[in-house]
């Protein structure tokens, strides 16, 4: 069966710098596929690239499943979200602050809402169609709520919520759209322990319960190391590594690419004992 992504050749240039360099991968439905690698490897270009932010230079990229394939590479984001249910969270959490949680869910949905012609004109006479979405939505968003314990948050500004919440919070808001891909930029970052494993659960049950495949960007490397299931590493744009977790901690490149050391050193001492992450970035 063909992969959810495929990525082939992708080259993204800023100037003079090559960003991405004629990147290619794979990741799977129902797996979590983890991209990491040091400051500056291109990580995060590679989710602009592939959620419409940028327009990559070369290459292609792909979704499959078993209604057929479909080519993402020109499209716009607004596209890719809506026709290719592709959704991301961001390294800085971008919610609607002055919002509610309850409207931030809705306001995600709003794309579904209108994914066609027919429910926007249905709206401006407000249809049974029409209302009977809206009616959906607002289960949705409730189900969400309910299953991310924000019940008590639901009516309070998004920006007034504690931080582990809005980060819970952008995660609900993307899986309101029915993602069948979920890129997640660094989504522990700035979680203390209790708050990294509830979401390494969290993403546990998104995958097995909604089918979703999950691409994560993560500088949390014992989460990296417990939940994934497939990781590459890049490095200066380049795929130095890939493998399972326990291949790829055991690479010499990715080890002299994280550590600049000798292949004795060990990625074990980075693994286990750091959440904030910052020096083994990922
Ligand atoms: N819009 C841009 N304009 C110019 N250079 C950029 C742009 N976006 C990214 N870059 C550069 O591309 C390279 C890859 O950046 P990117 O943010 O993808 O790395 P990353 O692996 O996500 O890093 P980090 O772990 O620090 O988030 C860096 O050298 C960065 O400075």
Redesign the pocket.
Known sequence: MSPLLKVSDLT?R??G?T??DALSFEAEQRKITSLI??????????F?CLTGF?RPGGGSISLSDDTGTLELTRMTGHRINARGRVARTF?NIRLFARMTVLENLLVAQHVSLHRSWFPAVGGLWNSAAYRQAQEKAIDVAASWIERLDLEDWADQEAGSLPYGHQRRLEIARAMCTGPRLLCL??PAAGLNGAESVQLAKLLEEMRTEFGVGILL?E?DMKMVMDISHHVIV?DY?RKIAQGSPQEVRNDPAVIRAYLGAEQDDDLDDLIGDDTTGREI??
């Open positions: 993204m800023f100037g710098l960003a991405i690698g040091p400051n500056g490897a291109g990580k995060t270009t590679v602009n940028y390294q930029d660094e960007i500088h890049l744009g970035e990922a």
